[in-house]
């Protein structure tokens, strides 16, 4: 896999890990995981249109037209979860819903759900085979860390 690619998959785990952090802290700042969550999947959608030479949709749902459009037979999953997850987003951002404990949980396991799915299908990689070790910027150190 080329090295831009495996860096901005470090960053995806990285903001999605921050988010399922974010869902620990009290209510209402737990809600702000959600943002987070949708974009780490936004990401990985840019990420996968990019890869593929896909022309990147305006509306987060379009991603899954335009995808599945060009990649046959691996589809894109996860379309009904995560219309759910931009729904609460919309709330939330635009209208001020703070969304519940028990759907900031499922957003969680569903991005987790999402992000495990697809790294290995569009990737080739598994989610937790990704190391953050990828975003370092010292060469040196980044190499000194992946061989200890």
Known sequence: MNPQNINRLAMIKYLTLNAAKQTNLAEPL???SILSF???IELFL???CVDKDITIPK???EYWTEIDKHISP???SHKTTMQKLNRARVSFKHHGIVPSKTDIESFKVMTLSFLNE???KFFNIEFNDVSLIELIQNDKSRK???DA
Do not use: E, P, Q, T
């Open 38 to 40: 949708h974009d780490a």
């Open 74 to 76: 691996d589809k894109l």
């Open 59 to 61: 509306n987060f749902m």
């Open 46 to 48: 840019n990420l996968v």
């Open 144 to 146: 000194h860390l992946k």
């Open 30 to 32: 737990s809600g702000f």
């Open 118 to 120: 697809n790294y290995a």
